[in-house]
């Protein structure tokens, strides 16, 4: 069997071995050739921050941005799978920006795998003017086999975050809105808030924020990268 590397276009040769077809495994076509797949980096679960899931050794687990988030009594938790270096940024050049949307893809097995569905999935949306430009939101594109709500809404009236620096993010006014159809399907859930990229972490705590205000019971982030 063969097909191409999405990242790279290389030919991946596929060997069914009989070791493989005897231990009953479910044939999966590759996406990524091996080079590939060593491009982008999985964050090591035992040593990363805990509440953020940034990449490294810490003290007491958890790294600077976090220790302040604690001290302003901001507790939230996120997982992220992958390391934010060169290759997943160029990925994200490409898939969100250039709009590659076959590049999804590569990362939504890492998705099905972790979310179960005891909780509520929720995606931070995009705008009208992005969701027009790109055709798609990014984020949901991680999540085609999963069964999410779309309870979030960007507040349209407020400016767009790529153009603000750290500061004017981390002091940003509420992004989001609730999406009046989903208003009981929240309450007292444990929701996962599910994002491409953890930078500073507003975001994330802006739905969380909102979600947990609305009657949510727990909410926590998860992300492609960190
Ligand atoms: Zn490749
Ligand atoms: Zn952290």
């Not at 302003?72 to 709009?99: A, C, E, R, V, W």
């Not at 739905?207 to 926590?220: C, H, I, P, Y």
Request: charged share 25%; proline share 2%; with cysteine.
């Amino acid at each position: 069997m063969t097909n191409r590397c999405l990242w790279c276009n290389k030919t991946i040769n596929n060997e069914l071995t009989l070791s493989f077809i005897l231990s009953l495994k479910k044939y999966q076509d590759e996406i990524l050739c091996s080079e590939c797949l060593c491009l982008f980096k999985k964050i090591d679960n035992n040593l990363c921050c805990y509440m953020c899931g940034r990449n490294g050794k810490f003290e007491l687990n958890k790294c600077l941005d976090c220790s302040r988030w604690e001290l302003m009594g901001d507790t939230l938790i996120n997982h992220s799978f992958f390391q934010y270096n060169k290759p997943m940024k160029d990925y994200m050049q490409k898939y969100k920006f250039n709009g590659d949307y076959r590049l999804r893809k590569i990362f939504c097995k890492y998705f099905e795998q972790y979310l179960n569905p005891d909780r509520i999935i929720i995606p931070i949306p995009v705008s009208n003017k992005t969701f027009k430009q790109r055709g798609f939101n990014q984020v949901e594109g991680f999540l085609e086999n999963i069964d999410y709500l779309r309870a979030l809404l960007v507040n349209e009236d407020k400016k767009t975050q790529s153009h603000l620096n750290r500061k004017g993010r981390i002091s940003m006014k509420q992004p989001f809105k609730l999406n009046d159809s989903f208003k009981n399907d929240i309450i007292d859930k444990s929701i996962i808030i599910v994002d491409d990229i953890y930078t500073t972490g507003t975001t994330i705590r802006h739905a969380g924020k909102l979600l947990m205000e609305n009657g949510a019971k727990t909410v926590q982030g998860l992300t492609l990268a960190r």
